[in-house]
């Protein structure tokens, strides 16, 4: 991997597609981090901490590469739902977030030249109040499984979201916007970047 190189430290198929959009090449290597919350944490502090350690774990193994660290937090109050553990978690979590508006926090982070710069985004997200036979079917399709409060906005749970306030591309799990700002602010434009590749 050569000096100047981009890795998103994620293993996520969405964050790829979306990191995609702004035409520039990447690799994709997850990082393993822990993810549990520090006690008194805010939802807003542990998803960009999350995401600069993420950024920062494979800073060492790969030096002189561009670094991408991105991490979804779903707020419930001052309560942080990441991925469920199983059904009965899921169902914790879509019971209480159906019929509410809550907010979506999502962290990104670039690490560049020994220097991580972070952005949070938070969006606010309405669903509908779900059954217990409409959970279990949407875990049926695999979908709640790897995503923060069990639902996946670009996915079958399109149909239960009735508002949505902020970043798209924030609650899938990748501020475009924040990100390619970042990136400019290191020195890669994706704009300049992707159109020079196109020509």
């Given at each position: 991997m050569t000096n100047?190189?981009?890795?998103?430290?994620?293993?996520?198929?969405?964050?790829?597609?979306?990191?995609?959009?702004?035409?520039?090449?990447f690799t994709a290597i997850p990082a393993d981090i822990d993810e549990t919350p520090r006690p008194g944490e805010t939802p807003e502090a542990l998803a960009e901490?999350?995401?600069?350690?993420?950024?920062?774990?494979?800073?060492?193994?790969?030096?002189g590469a561009r670094i991408l660290g991105s991490d979804t937090v779903v707020a419930f109050g001052d309560e942080a739902f990441g991925k469920p553990r199983d059904l009965a978690?899921?169902?914790?979590?879509?019971?209480?977030?159906?019929?509410?508006?809550?907010r979506v926090i999502t962290g990104v982070a670039l690490f560049a030249e020994g220097v991580t710069e972070t952005a949070a985004v938070v969006s606010e997200v309405?669903?509908?109040?779900?059954?217990?036979?409409?959970?279990?079917?949407?875990?049926?399709?695999g979908e709640p499984q790897g995503?923060?409060?069990?639902?996946?906005?670009?996915?079958?749970?399109?149909?239960?979201?009735?508002?949505?306030?902020?970043?798209?591309?924030?609650?899938?799990?990748?501020?475009?916007y924040e990100t390619a700002v970042l990136l400019r602010a290191s020195g890669?434009?994706?704009l300049l970047t992707a159109g020079r590749a196109a020509i």
């Open positions: 100047g190189s981009l890795i998103l430290a994620s293993a996520s198929p969405q964050r790829a597609r979306l990191l995609e959009q702004l035409g520039l090449a901490r999350l995401a600069r350690t993420k950024a920062e774990a494979l800073s060492a193994a790969y030096p978690d899921a169902k914790r979590m879509l019971s209480a977030l159906g019929g509410t508006t809550h309405s669903l509908d109040v779900l059954s217990e036979a409409a959970i279990e079917a949407y875990w049926a399709t995503a923060a409060g069990a639902y996946a906005i670009q996915g079958h749970a399109g149909q239960f979201v009735s508002y949505l306030s902020g970043s798209f591309s924030a609650v899938m799990g990748l501020p475009v890669l434009d994706p």
